[in-house]
């Protein structure tokens, strides 16, 4: 273990009895179950849910669980939260622990809300002088304060995730486990979450949350842990484990289902490649290098109308959507019956270092003929970069390179003197 | 645990037998508190009598067995009136009741907690017991009130009483420890619980003095690790009645302490894992 880990995971695993979740209802079908053959005899029913999952978390780490659904991210926040012991293996854990495994833990619909700031903070282990020092800034962080004596039983939805997650948002512990909870009320408060959430990270705490926004796990997250199975792929760097994530969508999804008919019976995609500005098929770009995205397409028989559709996304985020009508007068020029080259020019200094994908469609302004997912990918990386422009860089916030420019200008002589804007 | 630095905590299947960290219990008592409020107001939020309903219920249930059986088939007891003599100890058996179904249910009754959030479950059946104490003190209270204003004040030794009633809430608490985690496996246990406290019930000298049994029948009551708590209590309450048979007593002194010892290490050792079976 070295000096700054904070979580050290060794080969932990968990066995669940297949299941032992539902129980036998009653004693006599337990009977029944232990009698009928003898216990040799039973086969075995067991399956891992986690097995041999070791990792390190250090110090202030922000670090993201990816992986699809069973693959066991949950079991491994539960076993780290102590909600329920592995089956095998050991994990060493310096520091408080909070955990949230669900917002508003404990709530009591009979009670007032500022009964359930009590119960719920000292289930998520406050203490009641931490609780009342922190009251006012919880329901003022709410926004509720009017209803703060209403039975929570009365609360819309909206108004119940709110409450509990002010509560939720200040335990300060050193470090903080968090399963999917940043996805409570309306946009306005889902992003005061997410800036308390990253103040709280940025104040040197770690934090190891899953997470299925993969946009707020490549925004916030310091490294991740794919896991598949119950055991770990891919960890490391997010885009190093995002780009096993979507290998392993990629892969479940091969036989079609990924990427739909290329074919309709109008229209069909003959082919879909990524050139350099010089018409060279490349997979790899250079952050300053434009990207040029050609499709050749047949339109079977005269149609009144057809455009194509194209969409660029970075870890499932959607960046650019555009359609070869764009900033046309007439949207209607290609829907003859013939074969089409078309192209779009995506300019250097816009994507920043990453993996994309590139998804084509074909239709009309309410029919869909043609939608294929992740037909093209390409990388963009830092080739050209170097320490003097590390603006561009990919971990930076924000999910492009701004294609505005700055300009400043002095608008008057220093010392005590009034900028002339504000000037009276 | 031993050797481990502060701060420090090391997550491991759970191995072997021990029994549970009661200096544990002792740091959440702010949880436990929270909990044992939470209960006490959630039973009285909306109802607008509050306190009145849990003194009601020994006092109904005194009113009517003193019609029955001490009115109608007049249950001799040992001179005294019938409704003093049933109200002496059925405080006892109510608070004994209670707590053992809500301990023996309250894990399975917080399972939606337990499954997102860590706390030693023991803290479960502990404040459940403790928010029947709670009943049981004002129920008592009251008890002891109505039968001296009916002329039968209690002799001193009265304070002996309470060392029964932690006896019979050690006992409630042992066997809770054993029923939470077969509460949580088994649907039917709960009703099989309020089915064999039923009979317990009348199979205890509550409602009629131990001396109506015949002689051939007594080793029953032998089995029976309440029944000297119940004589014991109403010897405390009541100047005049019978006291425990000592040997009894300390038979059933032994037992307790025996099912509330394994009740807490089989607790302990299932406490991790309790939640992947309810």
């Not at chain 1, 995730?161 to 889902?190: C, K, M, N, T, Y």
């Not at chain 1, 199975?229 to 190093?240: D, E, F, Q, Y």
């Not at chain 1, 770009?285 to 149609?303: A, T």
């Not at chain 1, 590390?390 to 009034?418: C, D, F, L, M, N």
Request: aromatic content about 10%; overall charge neutral.
């Amino acid at each position: 273990m070295s000096d700054r880990s904070v979580i050290v995971a060794e080969n932990i695993g968990k066995q669940y009895r297949l299941g032992e979740t539902a129980s036998y209802d009653t004693l006599a079908d337990a009977l029944k179950r232990r009698f009928k053959r003898p216990v040799a005899e039973r086969p075995s029913r067991h399956i891992w849910a986690l097995r041999d999952v070791s990792f390190e978390v250090q110090e202030g780490e922000i670090v993201g669980i990816i992986g699809r659904n069973g693959a066991g991210k949950s079991t491994l926040l539960k076993i780290l939260s102590r909600v329920t012991a592995p089956t095998a293996g050991r994990a060493t854990i310096r520091g408080r622990v909070g955990s949230l495994l669900e917002v508003g833990t404990g709530f009591q619909p009979e009670l007032t809300g500022r009964e359930n700031v009590f119960l719920n903070g000292a289930i998520l282990g406050m203490s009641r002088a931490e609780i009342s020092r922190k009251f006012d800034e919880i329901v003022e962080f709410s926004e509720i304060a009017e209803f703060i004596d209403t039975p929570v039983k009365r609360y819309s939805s909206g108004m119940h995730s709110r409450l509990a997650f002010s509560v939720a948002a200040h335990l300060e512990p050193e470090i903080l486990i968090v399963d999917e909870v940043l996805s409570v009320g309306d946009i306005a408060f889902q992003r005061k979450c997410q800036q308390k959430m990253q103040s709280f990270m940025r104040s040197g705490h770690t934090v190891l949350f899953v997470s299925h926004s993969l946009g707020a796990i490549a925004e916030m997250c310091t490294s991740a842990i794919l896991l598949d199975h119950g055991t770990i792929l891919r960890a490391g760097a997010v885009p190093h484990v995002m780009e096993g994530y979507f290998a392993l969508l990629n892969a479940a999804g091969s036989s079609g289902a990924r990427t739909g008919p290329l074919v309709h019976a109008d229209c069909e995609i003959l082919s879909a490649e990524i050139l350099t500005e010089s018409g060279k098929p490349s997979r790899t770009f250079d952050i300053s290098d434009p990207v040029v995205l050609e499709f050749r397409y047949r339109v079977k028989r005269d149609l009144f109308s057809l455009h194509i559709e194209l969409t660029v996304s970075r870890n499932m985020l959607e960046l650019i959507r555009s359609y070869d009508t764009d900033g046309y007068k007439d949207p209607n020029r290609h829907c003859r019956a013939g074969d089409y080259v078309c192209r779009h020019v995506i300019p250097g200094h816009f994507l920043k270092a990453g993996s994309y994908a590139v998804k084509i469609g074909a239709g009309t302004p309410d029919y869909s003929m043609i939608e294929a997912d992740n037909v093209l990918t390409f990388e963009i990386e830092e080739i050209s970069e170097n320490t003097q422009h590390r603006g561009y860089r990919a971990a930076r916030p924000g999910h492009v390179i701004s294609p505005g420019k700055w300009t400043t200008e002095k608008v008057a002589e220093a010392s005590g003197q009034r900028v002339v804007g504000n000037a009276q | 645990m031993p050797g481990v630095e502060p701060g420090v905590t090391v997550i491991e299947p759970a191995r072997g037998f021990g029994t549970p960290d009661w200096t544990a219990v002792w740091r959440l008592r702010g949880l436990l508190s929270v909990f044992l409020w939470r209960d006490i107001a959630v039973r009285y939020k909306q109802t607008m009598l509050g306190v009145f309903w849990i003194v009601l219920q020994p006092l109904m249930v005194t009113a009517i067995y003193s019609v029955f059986f001490g009115y109608i088939a007049r249950i001799p007891t040992e001179g005294k009136p019938y409704p003093v003599y049933v109200l002496a100890t059925i405080v006892l058996w109510q608070f004994f009741a209670r707590t053992l179904s809500e301990a023996g249910t309250s894990v399975h009754a917080q399972q939606a907690l337990i499954g997102k959030v860590y706390f030693p479950r023991v803290v479960l059946p502990i404040s459940a017991a403790l928010s029947s104490a709670i009943d049981f003190l004002i129920n008592f209270a009251v008890g002891l009130l109505v039968i001296s204003a009916m002329g039968y004040p209690p002799p001193l030794r009265v304070a002996g009483a309470l060392l029964f009633f932690v006896a019979s809430g050690a006992f409630a608490i042992g066997l809770g420890f054993w029923l939470s985690a077969l509460d949580a496996l088994y649907r039917d246990v709960r009703y099989l619980l309020s089915f064999v406290l039923q009979v317990w019930y009348f199979a205890t000298p509550i409602l009629y003095p131990i001396a109506a049994i015949p002689e051939q029948w007594r080793w029953v009551f032998w089995l029976n690790p309440m029944v000297p708590l119940v004589l014991g209590f109403r010897w405390c309450v009541l100047e005049g009645v019978a006291p425990p048979d000592s040997l009894q007593l300390a038979l059933s002194a032994s037992v307790i302490a025996l099912v509330f010892y394994s009740g807490s290490v089989f607790f302990h050792r299932i406490e991790h894992s309790i939640v992947d079976r309810v």
